[in-house]
């Protein structure tokens, strides 16, 4: 991406283990926190998840 720096955290398993309230679904799959910035101050954060589904599964 041009002129942004880019970070990327992932989240330890031990820790979804331990504090996400839908555990074990986590497991194998990786939770990532990705920070972007082009300045030193905080201008936009968005906070987002997509779900990947089977076909032919319905809620």
């Known amino acids: ?3 942004f720096q880019i970070q990327l955290i992932e989240i330890p398993e ?15 799959n990786k939770r990532i926190i990705v920070i972007v910035r082009n300045s030193p101050n905080p201008i936009l954060h968005f906070n987002f998840h997509y ?3 089977p076909p032919g599964m319905v809620g």
């Open 51 to 53: 779900d990947v589904v």
């Open 14 to 28: 031990e820790y979804m283990d331990k504090y996400y309230i839908y555990s074990p679904s986590h497991k194998g």
């Open 1 to 3: 991406m041009i002129g």
